[in-house]
């Protein structure tokens, strides 16, 4: 299939692999930090092609992942508000809150949906105009321009009983909140193509230059992750720190320019809560006060619900790289996919969830899966 076989070529993904091999004469650690390529990463056994010097280290980018235990709880509380509707994607439905997940909440009798866009929420509401109708709304800036979209034509066609809970990220601050850290040993970065598809790479320019680091944007099929590992090995065995873009057929420098205009119409930066990651400034999008109508947060009353984040969950260091998800020592024993301790084990793109599903099953080489 075009645009998807020629990027699982074995052979190419073999020679990249020498190519890599050929570059490197001492350590380094690199960062994925995307959560969807450390899943192709454990898939394809990409990281058991790499010389053993070179390490691969788990970021972020998973949008479940770091939305923080308060903002489950406050979807929840919506979900049991009677004749509130509470949609959502599919893989917030069985992250754990403080006391039971959204899942539990549905099989209880709350009217829970799982939604693929914040326009099907949209739609909902329209068909039920009696009833309170609410898009719990995460990830980063690869979803936050449909919710944008949503909030936009809500106001404009005055859909009284639409609103949004709103917990979007922002990846470069996160970044520059890792490379900042006492403990950080990223030394490389590979960037999230499909975030780079809507932002452009110009974000990422200041911050290679400011910690001296490459950053290649990279996609999410094995030869897209091998040629951005190759990119940044080249860079740091060369001695330069340059943002370089290995996914041209999807990103362009300047990114999406109408989804960001209308990004910055219905969003404001603010300061956001991460799982794991702590506060950290200007990481956030919250909405504008042009929007401020539809945040459900004040429609439900809900500012002051707060949640301390459990201590037996270590996805925090999973999320910083600090700690491999198998080296947990509640791994594939107190947590599980079936009963998962944090976000991490249950997303789709969580790591945690990636070593579970292919750390015994991925005994093939891109050569032999693809």
Known sequence: MKYLSEFRDPAAARRLADAIAA???RPWTLMEVCGGQTHSIMKYGIDRLLPESVE????????????????IDKAIAIAETPGAILCTFGDMLRVPGSGRDLL??????????????????????????DRQVV??????????PGTAMAAFQAQRDAIANFSLLVCHVRVPPAMEAILSSPNNRVQGFLAAGHVCAVMGYAEYEPIAER??????????????????????????????HEV??????????????????????VFCVVDRQWRGLGSIAQSGLGLSADYASLDAESRFELHA?????????LSGLVLQGALKPDRCPAFGSRCTPEHPLGATMVSSEGACAAYYRYRHTATATPAETA
């Open 23 to 25: 570059t490197v004469t």
């Open 56 to 71: 691969l280290i788990h970021g972020p980018g998973c949008p479940v992942c770091v939305t923080p235990l308060e903002y």
């Open 305 to 313: 619900l707060s949640t301390p984040e459990p201590a037996e969950c």
């Open 135 to 144: 898009f719990f709304s995460v990830g980063f800036e690869t979803t936050a």
């Open 104 to 129: 539990s909440v549905k099989a209880a009798g709350g009217d829970v949906r799982a939604v693929y866009s914040p326009l099907d929420a949209l739609k909902i509401a329209r068909a039920h105009p």
């Open 211 to 240: 910690y001296r680091v490459p950053i290649v944007v990279t996609g999410f099929e094995p030869l897209d992750i091998l040629a951005g590992i190759h990119d940044c090995l080249v860079q740091l065995e060369q001695g330069r």
């Open 244 to 265: 370089s873009n290995e996914y041209a057929r999807a990103v362009t420098h300047d990114g999406n320019v109408p989804a960001q205009a209308l990004m910055r119409q």
